[in-house]
């Protein structure tokens, strides 16, 4: 079965400082790979999403990600912090049956992006 | 176009009572999707609709908890016999496939007194 693990279940920046929210997935075969972010009482969004195609993978409002296979990572970066970023973040993987079979989200535990003024 | 939708956005229930939670995916989605969110247990699968396909019903924690979708569009989750432990965010996805992309709606927040 594919997992991911989020390593930090809080992170806290400064606004204009970089951002770095830590994944790493576990897969018997190319997984694909998701970053969701779920704002207060709001639904969860799509950010950007890894299907093996490039391993750099730009997302919505300046975040990107880059799948390492040999690192088995898939970490979420953002050169520089808004206030507007404060929110949960989760990793995701689809854990598809088969080829034709349907693809259920594996979500982790989130984490927690605190941003400062 | 209008997102998924879902109602009731609040629920506090009785333990022991039915409830029943609403979804309505997006309009021409094919495939939709239940999940629960809760403290102890993080986002959790629960049920996957795909057209007119037998249910993926492989997430319902036990079988006090059914879902139908009618006509291929809204969709229903009962849980019957509501427990303090049922107590979560149920969310609803739907995609125009199963490959695609899933967008979700505000969710449903559930209380079991």
């Not at chain 1, 929110?87 to 049956?97: I, L």
């Not at chain 2, 629960?36 to 396909?53: K, T």
Request: charged residues 15%; neutral net charge; proline residues 4%.
């Amino acid at each position: 079965a594919q997992s991911v693990t989020q390593l930090d279940s809080h992170v806290s920046v400064s606004e204009g400082t970089p951002v770095l929210l830590r994944c790493n997935y576990s897969s018997s075969y190319s997984p694909s790979l998701f970053w969701y972010v779920q704002h207060p009482n709001k639904g969860l969004q799509l950010l950007l999403k890894y299907t093996s195609a490039a391993t750099l993978v730009k997302g919505i409002n300046g975040f990107e990600a880059e799948f390492k296979k040999s690192e088995t990572s898939f970490h979420l970066t953002k050169p520089s912090a808004h206030m507007s970023d404060a929110a949960e973040y989760f990793c995701v993987v689809s854990d598809r049956k088969g080829n034709t079979g349907f693809q259920k989200l594996v979500f982790g535990t989130g984490t927690r992006l605190l941003v400062s003024p | 176009g209008a997102g998924v939708s879902q109602s009731p956005s609040n629920k506090v229930t009785e333990k022991g009572k039915d409830v029943e939670l609403r979804c309505d995916p997006i309009s021409g989605h094919t495939a939709l999707y239940w999940y629960r969110q809760s403290l102890g247990q993080g986002l959790e699968f629960l049920i996957y609709f795909q057209g007119n396909s037998a249910p993926d019903k492989s997430g319902l924690p036990s079988d006090r908890f059914s879902a139908e979708r009618t006509g291929g569009s809204v969709s229903t989750l009962t849980i019957q016999r509501t427990q303090q432990e049922d107590s979560a965010v149920y969310l609803c996805a739907s995609s125009s496939s199963w490959a695609n992309e899933q967008f979700f709606g505000p969710g449903t927040r559930l209380t079991v007194l």
